[in-house]
C-alpha cells in the first residue's frame, strides 16, 4: 500500500481508515475478497443481477453465478454506455427546484454559490436548483469521478476513459465507481421486472 501511496500520489490509507476502501492482502487483487463481499451484500439487500464487464472478470462471474447470482455482461463499449452516461447526466443536472434557507454570501452581495455532496447546487434568484440523482459524500468517488473522461466517436456515441496525457492512458488513474455507476444506469433503465425503476430514479428521494 505504501508503495502505491507514493506513486499514486493517493492517500489509499486514510481512506481505507476511514472506511472507504477495503484492503486485501498481496500485490494483486483478491478476488475471493470480492466474491465474498458480494455474496454478503445479498444479506441486506435485495440483489436482482449483478453488471460487469466479464472482459476482465470471468472467472469472477462464472463463481458469482455458481453460487446463484444472476449476472450480466455490460460490455464498455460505446453503443452499452451511450445511453447510460446520457441518462446519468439529465439526473445529475435534474431540474428539482425549491427555495433554500438563507445563505450568506461571500463577498456580502446578492445570492451564494454553494456546492456539497450532491454535486452542483446553484442559488438562482432565491431558489436552490438541484439535481435528481446524488452520491454520498466518498472521497475515492469524487476522485475517480476526476480521473474519469469523455471519448466519442463519429456518430456522437460516447464511453467514459482514463484520463489521458498526451496520448497516454494514466494508469494510476482509478475510474472503477464510475464504471460501476454507469453500469448500473445501463441495466436500470430497462429493468422489466414489477418495481418501476424509472419512477424511483426520479424519485425526490432516490440517491447513490
Known amino acids: 500500500m505504501q508503495e502505491r501511496i507514493e506513486k499514486d500520489r493517493v492517500p489509499y490509507d486514510r481512506w ?29 439487500y435485495k440483489v436482482i443481477e449483478l453488471d460487469a464487464d466479464r472482459a476482465f472478470a470471468t472467472m469472477l462471474i462464472q463463481e458469482l453465478e455458481q453460487a446463484g447470482m444472476v449476472c450480466v455482461d455490460v460490455p464498455q463499449t460505446f453503443v452499452s454506455l451511450t445511453d447510460a452516461m446520457n441518462q446519468t447526466e439529465v439526473l445529475l443536472k435534474g431540474s428539482t427546484a425549491f ?9 456580502g452581495e446578492g445570492d451564494a454559490e454553494e ?5 452542483e447546487i446553484k442559488l438562482i434568484k432565491g431558489r436552490m436548483i438541484q439535481g ?29 476513459v482514463k484520463e489521458h496525457k498526451g496520448k497516454s492512458v494514466l494508469r494510476t488513474k482509478r475510474i472503477d465507481l464510475v464504471a460501476a455507476w454507469i453500469n448500473a444506469m445501463a441495466r436500470a433503465r ?5 418495481v418501476d425503476i424509472s419512477a424511483q430514479i426520479l424519485d425526490e428521494d432516490w440517491g447513490m
Not at 492482502?25 to 475471493?32: K, L
Not at 427555495?99 to 463577498?107: E, F, K, L, V, W
Not at 456546492?115 to 454535486?119: E, L, T
Open 99 to 107: 427555495t433554500p434557507p438563507p445563505a450568506q454570501s461571500t463577498d
Open 190 to 194: 430497462f429493468y422489466a421486472g414489477s
Open 115 to 119: 456546492k456539497d455532496w450532491r454535486g
Open 132 to 160: 435528481r440523482m446524488t452520491h454520498e459524500a466518498s472521497p475515492v468517488a469524487r476522485w475517480c469521478f476526476g480521473n474519469t473522461a469523455i471519448a466519442q466517436n463519429g456518430q456522437g456515441f460516447i464511453k467514459f
Open 16 to 44: 481505507e481508515k476511514a472506511g472507504w476502501l477495503t484492503v486485501t492482502e498481496g500485490n494483486v487483487v483478491d478476488y475471493t475478497v470480492i466474491r465474498e463481499t458480494i455474496l454478503e451484500a445479498q444479506r441486506y
